[in-house]
């Protein structure tokens, strides 16, 4: 996946060293120093497969109370649209609610069974965001429930708080004295502990406004933590060009983003992060502009999504294929959208993402016979192996809590 290679930057007869969870040599085996054997304590022979990066999906609300498979029969059956639900108290309102009522252990127990499927297709590393508990207590238990993930399983979970998602019932006559306790009780707590690495916000109509977004950001800009934004999913609120003027690291939904809006993301280094799951389960008519991405070089991410309401997807391959058929990205742009770029989109772009000398040794081992074919097909499962900070899963006594 190195940027402008060609043919997906593919090394054939390749070889990879790795030490102390960090890749240490990367190249064709013809150019090793010496044999494999004499090189390395222990080696892994991996005749036929394909060694990609190992995949980051850098958008989940994955830690949540119920579902919402009733609101999707209703709607689905003609009754309602996803924003007319939001107005009627279905909506992020009923997961609120379901979560609000969850214990930790629930929320834990559902959140490792849904990371463990992220898991099993080549994922290493996993943002989950809170934002379905809105109140204090709920949304610690969120963030508290994805560091748990994180230590249960073999992968790295990357937290965001995601406060301002929707107005909460008890503030329904009060949004600004909900964006204070977002601003100025919540993010300086969770940077001053530790609990969250970046903040986000839902700037649309049902949600939050580009100036509410704005005082929200700036609080996470003043307590060191990186930015995140639901932008432009429904509607065009400006929300790219907001996320590029607080120097977000991320845009995410953008179905309608104008080219303006594009531009911004570009001057402002900012990632796009496309979400074909949503796209998909709300049937949505308006796909977001990929041409004008490539024009301006924004760099494109995909990602599930996965949460209750919106994209109940829980297969960062089925992603990457919806990406492909739905926005048309090419099979190597929506590989580098669950790689590279998804790296970019979270900030890591220095440690990982990619197969490079100094990265984590995180990476995901497919059969299959050519790397596109993980765009390819949809509902089968090529992964033969994945190594998370240099171990394998096949080394690991419960195969890396993931078979
Ligand atoms: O990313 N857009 C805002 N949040 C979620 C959906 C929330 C829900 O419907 O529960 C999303 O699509
Ligand atoms: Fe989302």
Not at 28 to 53: C, N, Q, Y
Not at 78 to 88: E, I, V
Not at 232 to 259: F, I, P, R, V, W
Not at 360 to 368: P, T
Request: proline share 4%; net charge negative; hydrophobic share 40%.
């Amino acid at each position: 996946m190195r940027p402008g290679s060609e043919d997906y930057g593919a090394i054939r007869g390749g070889a990879i060293g790795v030490r102390d969870g960090t890749i240490q040599w990367v190249g064709r085996e013809a150019d090793l120093a010496g044999p494999p054997d004499t090189l390395a304590r222990e080696i892994k022979e991996l005749p036929g497969s394909w060694v990609t990066p190992g995949l980051i999906d850098c958008h989940t609300h994955l830690v949540f109370g119920g579902n919402r498979s009733e609101e999707f029969e209703r709607r689905v059956a003609g009754q309602g649209t996803y924003l007319s639900q939001a107005h009627d108290g279905d909506g992020i309102l009923s997961t609120v609610r379901a979560t609000r009522a969850a214990t930790a252990d629930t929320l834990t127990e559902s959140g490792l069974r849904r990371t463990r499927q992220l898991i099993r297709e080549g994922v290493t590393t996993v943002e989950i965001k809170s934002g379905y508990g809105l109140d204090r207590d709920t949304e610690l238990r969120t963030l508290d429930t994805a560091s748990q993930i994180g230590v249960g399983l073999p992968v790295d979970v990357r937290k965001t708080y995601l406060g301002a998602h929707s107005l909460p019932p008890e503030f329904l006559d009060d949004r600004k004295g909900y964006l204070d306790f977002v601003t100025l009780e919540m993010i300086p707590e969770l940077a001053k502990t530790g609990r969250a690495h970046a903040v986000d916000a839902f700037c649309e109509t049902v949600a939050f406004s580009a100036n509410e977004c704005r005082r929200v950001l700036l609080a996470a800009r003043d307590a060191g933590l990186d930015a995140h934004l639901h932008a432009d999913q429904l509607t065009d609120g400006g929300g790219a060009a907001l996320a590029a003027e607080m120097g977000a690291l991320s845009a995410d939904h953008l179905e309608y983003t104008t080219e303006s809006g594009v531009r911004a993301l570009a001057e402002g280094g900012c990632a796009a992060v496309l979400l074909p799951g949503a796209y998909h389960f709300l049937s949505a008519a308006q796909r977001p502009p990929i041409e004008h991405f490539r024009t301006h070089g924004v760099p494109m991410a995909l990602a599930t999504d996965m949460n209750p309401g919106s994209s109940p997807v829980l297969s960062l391959l089925v992603a990457l294929g919806l990406g492909v058929t739905l926005f048309g990205l090419s099979p190597v742009e929506g590989l580098e959208g669950v790689t590279r770029h998804a790296a970019l989109a979270l900030g890591l772009q220095g440690g990982r993402g990619q197969i490079e000398v100094g990265m984590r040794a995180d990476l995901a081992i497919w059969d299959v016979d050519h790397p596109r074919e993980l765009a390819y097909w949809m509902g089968g499962n090529p992964l033969r192996d994945r190594v998370f900070g240099g171990v394998s899963d096949q080394d690991t006594a419960d195969g890396g809590a993931c078979r």
